[in-house]
């Protein structure tokens, strides 16, 4: 021992045994030592840590959502999306769009990280039969407040436009709840920020209702399915379990699109839209839902464009719907 550590050393020449009645202080001493060793230890392990992540400044990642998820909806940034994980939207995806025809725009919202991510973000195209969504929305935050009485005859009509995709359905829904006026006012509360309801039902020149030409990006439909997930002050936990039952109950013949590759037992919510914009040759085709179960719980979008057929579109989204599955996992 050196000098510093033991208080009861002795000088050199001196070799006397310590007598029984320093014994107990010498012992006494030792112990002061060891303790001040335990203690530097200490401190010095937690000073070789000092720049890990620690609770108070780790990025929080939101809990898995069910039908009452966490209250706090994950927000994203650029530095989260940076730090945690690379974009699902890879070069393989981008590979295989850059050989499809027409165009593509995606987002999808990672529940588990809190992290979106985008594929050609700012694209706006036509919703198709996926405004019907947005048209339930805007019913039900309207009988949450009082605007419309809730009626059997709604319930019944909001069953048939969403599991059955129908069309009459939703235009007399689109008439109920004010039209493009009162669409536009929801998606304002929403934050939906590139969505511009269609001002026409009966459109010149077009075969089809005019409210599958409402225009929107693929981040607003994102933003648009979070009220449905998340809790939010435009919707209660009672009509977001209502909505989302609707949308997991799809007619079979609609069994594709963000549902594509996702394996039996996962929880799948959804809604399609396609429509042909010029003839039979130039088709939208639209696909958004939540998907949640076997350790992924994300919110997705994708709309396309300029698919030669329906079924062009379809599979480009099932391709691009499978991707997503097996790298969000």
């Known amino acids: 021992m050196s000098p510093e550590s033991c208080p009861e050393s002795m000088p050199a020449a001196t070799h006397r045994r310590a007598s029984p009645s320093r014994i107990p202080l010498t012992i006494a001493g030792v112990l002061v030592v060891i303790a001040a060793l335990i203690a530097l230890i200490v ?3 937690g000073s070789t840590h000092s720049g ?6 780790a990025p929080s990642s939101h809990p898995k959502s069910t039908y009452a998820p966490a209250t706090v909806p994950p927000q994203s940034t650029s530095t989260t999306i940076a730090t945690l994980a690379a974009s699902p939207f890879d070069a393989a995806v981008a590979a295989y769009a850059a050989e499809r025809s027409g165009t593509i725009t995606a987002a999808v919202e990672n529940l588990v990280t809190g992290q979106t991510f985008y594929y050609n ?3 706006v195209q036509d919703e198709a039969s996926v405004v019907k969504v947005d048209i339930m929305a805007t019913l039900l935050a309207q009988q949450l407040h009082g605007a419309i009485p ?3 005859g709604q319930q019944s009509l909001l069953s048939t436009m969403i599991e059955e995709s129908d069309n009459d359905s939703a235009t007399a829904l689109w008439d109920q709840v004010g039209g493009p006026t009162a669409i536009a006012s929801f998606d304002h509360k929403a934050d939906m920020t590139s969505t511009t309801p269609s001002a026409c039902v009966t459109c ?4 089809w209702p005019g409210w599958g030409l409402t225009t929107t990006s693929a981040s607003d439909q994102v933003t ?24 997991e109950k799809v007619a079979p013949s609609e069994s594709w699109g963000v549902s594509g590759g996702v394996p039996p037992g996962v929880t799948i919510a959804l809604k399609n839209g396609w429509l042909p914009l010029t003839g039979e040759t130039d088709w ?14 994300y919110i997705v979008a994708i709309l396309t464009t300029g698919s030669p057929t329906e079924q062009y579109g379809i599979d ?3 391709y691009l719907s499978q991707s997503l599955w097996s790298q969000l996992g």
Do not use: H, K
């Not at 010149?204 to 075969?207: D, E, I, L």
């Not at 939208?284 to 719980?297: A, M, P």
């Open 43 to 45: 401190r010095f392990d």
């Open 121 to 123: 973000p700012g694209v």
């Open 284 to 297: 939208q085709v639209n696909s958004e839902g939540w998907v949640n179960g076997l350790g992924r719980d």
């Open 52 to 57: 890990a992540r620690n609770d108070s400044t």
């Open 204 to 207: 010149a020149n077009f075969p």
């Open 150 to 152: 809730a009626t059997p």
């Open 224 to 247: 648009l399915l979070r009220q449905f997930v998340l809790p939010n002050l435009l919707l209660t936990a009672s009509q977001r379990r209502y909505a989302l039952g609707l949308m």
């Open 316 to 318: 480009t989204i099932n």
